[in-house]
């Protein structure tokens, strides 16, 4: 395990695996019945809860939470300051076999920073979640999410559009504003922006 920056070192419960090789950014919590393998990165201010899992090729960035019961798998990258709510589920693999080996058609899953995927929501492999996108409990994710999309459903369709604090937005007109943080939004060519 090894450490960076100015913040604590990183922690992790005597249940939890750490695997010689693996990288964990200062401040980083990971707690009981985790298993991080040789060559993960994780970023600085993470919390991975119980029971997860993160494979040798997975990449986390900073001040990410991954909830309990959660697997990262080779392929998988979560920006920074992204959230997994529990039992979020990723793949690697579109056309899995168990008598076929399919290792080197691995895909590529980008979580976008800031982006949410709520409790059992499942990510097929492939795909990017945008920017600030949210994504609802059990939504079932085939296809890319555009940022500040709020998805639901399966599989998972856009409904309205998500806040940088996490609000469903008013429809913008074209634009809206953030009830609680007052944060203003301009719909342009179909993608919403920050104004």
């Known amino acids: 395990m090894t450490t960076n920056g100015d913040l604590a070192a990183p922690w992790a419960h005597p249940s939890a695996i750490i695997d ?20 993960a990165t994780i970023g600085r201010r993470c919390s991975l809860g119980q029971n997860v899992y ?9 001040g990410v939470k991954i909830q309990n019961n959660v697997s990262i798998y080779d392929g998988v ?8 709510g529990p039992s979020v589920v990723f793949t690697n693999v579109r056309h899995p076999r168990a008598h076929v080996s399919r290792r080197d058609a691995y895909q590529t899953t980008r979580i976008r920073k800031g982006a949410t995927l709520g409790a059992n ?10 920017e600030f996108a949210f994504v609802g409990a059990g939504a079932v994710v085939t296809a890319d999410v555009v940022p500040y999309a709020l998805v639901v459903g399966q599989p998972a369709r856009q409904i309205g559009w998500a806040c940088r604090c996490g609000l469903t937005l008013p429809a913008p007109d ?10 203003r939004y301009a719909l342009r060519e179909g993608a919403l922006q920050p104004v």
Do not use: K
């Not at 693996?22 to 019945?33: E, I, K, P």
């Not at 990258?77 to 997994?84: A, G, H, K, Q």
């Open 20 to 39: 010689e090789g693996a990288h964990l950014g200062a401040g980083t919590r990971v707690w009981h019945f985790a298993h991080v393998c040789a060559g």
């Open 54 to 62: 993160v494979a040798p090729s997975a990449n986390i960035g900073e």
């Open 77 to 84: 990258i979560l920006e920074d300051d992204v959230f997994c």
């Open 121 to 130: 929501a499942t990510v097929v492999c492939g795909v990017e979640v945008g």
């Open 174 to 183: 074209p634009q809206c504003a953030c009830t609680e943080c007052g944060q």
